[in-house]
């Protein structure tokens, strides 16, 4: 095994000392504002390493073994670590095998200096062999669609420092297990995965994997019945990792990697039952159950670690969106989209046709259109190339939809229940096709040649692989129900990796973002399309409002029912669009003016010249705001129909700095003066509110930088205000 050797750093303080220094100096400047002044740095002092950037440090001791025994919040102040763990596990041919790590005092409530300084190594834990800096590496290539961006394309990998751990066994030859950790420039956020190299004699089979176990400080108290109860909410941080699959639209609901459970070890907390949930396991609920072959490296999914540094909604919200931007910034992409009903040649060259005159900018061959991406013949292939071509010198991108899971194929290749053995009824959607079975080769390939030899720009992936098991041992592509999850979710990631790296835009209703998809929805309910329209446009704000909080504008798509969707009649319905433009520009009023785009569904954009004109009257507007409508959003009134309701968008490094945007549901025009926080604007002392009338207005802040801005609003109508 090689012989570790530490570098010491000379002028490096002891570390509880440094913190000290850094608690009594001026806070640095908010980093959701100004966040230059954070670079990610390794640094070195004896046998200790710490990952910090300023807003959060992770500290390793690296003797008598390598372990985790700091994660501060340097925001804060606050310790995220009450107690030391293995820096990860793997289980391989059955045995579980703890990878680094250290033990610390017998009490677990906290870590001191005196606890960290006794604390001995993991009892057959993998050994520290030798450690070293990495750049941050992309995971998979992005080809961004400038167009689709109101903003230069954001770092690709993000920039940052990465520290890999290299950890062998003592009884054994020919494995090594590599923690990294990527720290990046600018928020408190870090991750981690594991490489398990096998330079053995022999085949080995990983059946386990623990990427993360934190002991958690906890964030509050309960006594008895359920411990999470009121603490959830609350935690200080955020966890998540691109092994994610679900159907919620969330990643709380998508990550079934990401687990908050008991300590079996924490037998002096404050709950009875000692069911706390302060301890953080990342880890697949069965699995991997891969078969590593000699010479070959297995690498994990990834952990992301958000850390909070304060309580309020707003600001974790903020954070987990500029989380996204950082670690998935295709999210940023956010093209105007219309679904056309009809697939036939004539249908979709109208449809470019009117997207081009109107403003859109991508068409999409909607569900029930007559697309099938799984038709590869020469005749469709040829059909759809000369339409993507068509659409390209219009200036237009074209895409269609697929269905995948919530389908049956046959009992060859269904997923199969493991505890029947049989197919159909148990899947997430009832039934589903095994992504490993000979029909998802197949059909995965059939994909990548479709848009390969075709130029088509985008896919809606419905029904994308929502997490079943299958216990087939004849699939081709899956050995049986413990290798299941893993290989399915492999083949839809890689599927996703590959369009990222060719500019395909991927619209998909389940939470892989992470793995490169762009948009997922917002949240809503479909059978409200079917409501009367009066109805539907203040759900449609309510879905807004509630969808950004962990969305950036970007990431979310609404639904706009152009023809009858799920019944209502002529009540629910926009056609004919000439008849119907108060409402139609509501429904623009309503999307735009919060920055999020909609399937626009149904045979045409605009039936008449006024129809048109006012298209692109509001395309062009958005247009012409869009760097500012796609930035953050800080959340102002919720539409409840009885008073105005607002959102403000802010970005401190633009010359406009916000924009006020105000609806009126009341059937007489209103005047009200709103008070508006500009902190996170980056906004002081005062601003020049701009109004769409031209009037311009100095608005002095109050010591909380907030602004009392005046705003007139139309009966059932709309206003916005720009503030530099």
Aim: charged share 25%; aromatic share 10%.
């Amino acid at each position: 095994m090689p012989r570790l050797t530490l570098a010491p750093c000379a002028g490096a303080l002891p570390f509880v000392f440094a913190l000290t220094m850094l608690a009594a100096q001026e806070p640095g400047p908010d980093w959701l504002v100004d966040a230059t002044a954070y670079g990610a740095r390794i640094e070195v002092d004896g046998d200790t390493l710490t990952l910090t950037n300023g807003l959060i440090a992770r500290r390793l001791k690296l003797l008598p073994n390598a372990g985790t025994v700091a994660f501060d919040d340097l925001m804060t102040g606050a310790s995220l670590l009450r107690a030391t763990k293995p820096e990860a596990s793997l289980t391989i041919d059955g045995v579980r095998r703890e990878i680094g790590g250290l033990v610390s005092g017998r009490v677990k409530n906290f870590l001191t200096p005196a606890n960290e300084a006794a604390a001995a190594g993991q009892p057959g834990a993998w050994q520290l062999a030798r450690w070293e800096a990495r750049p941050v590496v992309a995971p998979f290539a992005w080809q961004p669609r400038a167009a689709w961006l109101s903003r230069p394309p954001r770092p690709w990998p993000p920039a940052g420092k990465a520290l890999a751990l290299t950890f062998a066994p003592a009884d054994e030859t020919g494995l090594e297990a590599t923690v990294v950790y990527e720290l990046y420039d600018g928020i408190p956020l870090l991750s981690k995965r594991i490489e398990l190299r096998n330079d053995s004699s022999m085949a080995r089979r990983v059946d386990g994997v623990e990427v993360e176990l934190l002991a958690l400080t906890e964030t509050g108290s309960m006594v008895g019945g359920d411990a999470d109860v009121g603490l959830r909410d609350f935690r200080a941080l955020h966890v998540e990792t691109d092994y994610a699959f679900g159907g919620a639209m969330e990643a709380s609901s998508d990550n079934p990697s990401v687990q908050f459970v008991p300590d079996p070890e924490y037998d002096t907390q404050v709950h009875y039952e000692r069911q706390a949930p302060c301890l953080l396991r990342c880890a697949p609920r069965i699995g991997p159950g891969v078969t590593l072959a000699v010479g070959a490296t297995f690498e994990s999914f990834r952990v992301f670690e958000l850390v909070f540094d304060s309580s309020e909604r707003e600001r974790r919200g903020m954070a987990r969106r500029r989380m996204y931007r950082t670690i998935a910034p295709w999210c940023e992409e956010n093209p105007l989209i219309f679904h056309v009903r009809h697939a036939d040649d004539s249908s979709v060259r109208a449809a470019v046709d009117q997207a081009a005159a109107a403003g859109f900018e991508l068409v999409l061959m909607t569900f029930g259109s007559g697309f099938d991406a799984e038709d590869i013949s020469d005749a469709n292939v040829a059909r759809l190339k000369a339409l993507a071509d068509y659409a390209h010198e219009k200036g237009v991108a074209l895409g269609g939809y697929s269905l995948l899971a919530s389908r049956a194929i046959d009992g060859d290749n269904d997923v199969v229940d493991p505890a029947t053995g049989k197919t159909g009824g148990f899947a997430r959607f009832g039934n589903s096709p095994c992504l490993c079975s000979v029909w998802g080769r197949e059909y995965f390939a059939k994909l990548r040649y479709l848009f390969e030899r075709t130029g088509l720009d985008a896919l809606e992936h419905d029904g994308s692989y929502p997490g079943d098991l299958c216990a087939s041992t004849t699939h081709v592509d899956h050995h049986d129900v413990a290798d299941s999850q893993w290989r399915q979710w492999t083949r839809i990631r890689d599927l996703y990796r590959w369009a990222r790296g060719r500019g395909i835009y991927l619209n998909v209703p389940d939470w892989y973002f992470l793995s490169g998809s762009n948009k997922t929805g917002m949240g809503y309910r479909e059978t409200n399309w079917s409501l009367p329209r009066e109805d539907q446009v203040l759900i449609e704000r309510q879905n807004v409002y509630d969808g950004t909080w962990n969305k950036t504008p970007t990431m979310g798509w609404m639904f706009v029912p152009l023809t009858e969707y799920h019944g209502g009649g002529p009540a629910a319905t926009i056609e004919p669009l000439v008849q119907h433009l108060d409402h139609y520009e509501a429904r623009f009023a309503n999307l735009l003016g919060a920055g999020v785009q909609a399937c626009w569904r149904g045979p045409r954009l605009y039936d008449s010249d006024r129809t048109l004109a006012l298209v692109r009257r509001w395309t062009g507007w958005f247009k012409a705001n869009r760097a500012l409508l796609e930035a953050d959003v800080v959340h102002g009134r919720r539409a409840d129909g009885r008073d105005v309701d607002w959102l403000l968008h802010v970005d401190p490094t633009l010359p406009q700095k916000a924009m006020l945007v105000v609806y009126n549901p009341l059937p007489a025009a209103v005047a009200r003066t709103l008070t508006v926080d500009l902190t996170l604007a980056g906004c002081r002392d005062a601003v020049t509110a701009r109004f769409p009338d031209g009037v311009a207005l100095r608005l002095d802040l109050d010591p909380r930088q907030r602004a009392r801005v005046p705003a007139t609003v139309p009966a059932r109508g709309f206003t916005w205000i720009l503030m530099q």
